[in-house]
């Protein structure tokens, strides 16, 4: 049985591992305020910007854009979104297992390039051996900001169109809600066609378009894809702060149920001790009177 000292060493580290993870909480559901607000005034400019796409796609149309263009060779290039920090449950762990599914069901290595951004992403995959193109980790700490998201579009695009990928997949967790995130997996490029049912058809007139039709279509879907990667980001960094808000909260609460059973084994600890005691004076008393 531990002492009196070991046991109330244990409720002093107990404790202090709560205060940490409780301000841990704190600052990440300040953080995920900030972060879901972000997120939710994004989507609505992603959405109306698909709708725009689609009319002026079907406008141009029958020539084809390359980012449009479906291609049947070549290799996969798959990014993996991580965080930077760990202490947020199964957050990474989700992502880093539909990614290895995704490698697999792509046909392996030989047929796929890496490229991780997080840190965390970067060390799962290097620990297993997997040859990286490309890892950006220490970029999204803080928070996403859009040129930083332009500049991961802008590299994603010229490895696409420069070194003939057959198609671009990231795989992330997107922001359902503070306690959900769902792993997501989105082909980045080629882009969809947008032939949404619930897109309005286009309007019977024409455009003058500057210079040209096809030219402001080009300019439509780099600008897309910026808007993509951006978007994937905040979900990512949301849904980061969303996982250690749970996780620290159950771990606060385990660090409370924790002192709660040492503190009753501290008391009955210490009871038998004085009931050992007492014993001992009765006994030697006893023997006294012998």
Known sequence: MPSL??????????????????????????KLQRAQERVLAARPYAERMQQVIERLNARVRPTAHPLLTPRTEG?????LVTSDRGLCGGFNANVQRAAIEQLHALGGIEHVDLIAIGKKGRDFLTYRHYPLRQALVERFVRQVLYPQAQEVAHELLAAYEQEGYRQVRVVYNSFRSALRQQVSVLRLLPLSPHTSPDVEPPEPFDYLYEPSAPAVLDALLRKEVEVRVFQVLLESFAGEHAARMTAMD?????????????????????QAAITKEIIEVVSGAEALKG
């Open 250 to 270: 159950s771990a606060t609460e385990n660090a409370a149920e924790m002192i709660a059973n040492l503190t009753l084994l501290l008391n009955r600890t210490r």
């Open 75 to 79: 290799k996969t290039l798959l990014v």
């Open 5 to 30: 000292r070991d046991i109330r060493r244990r409720i002093a580290s107990v404790k202090n591992t709560q205060q940490i993870t409780n301000a841990m909480k704190m600052v990440s559901a300040a």
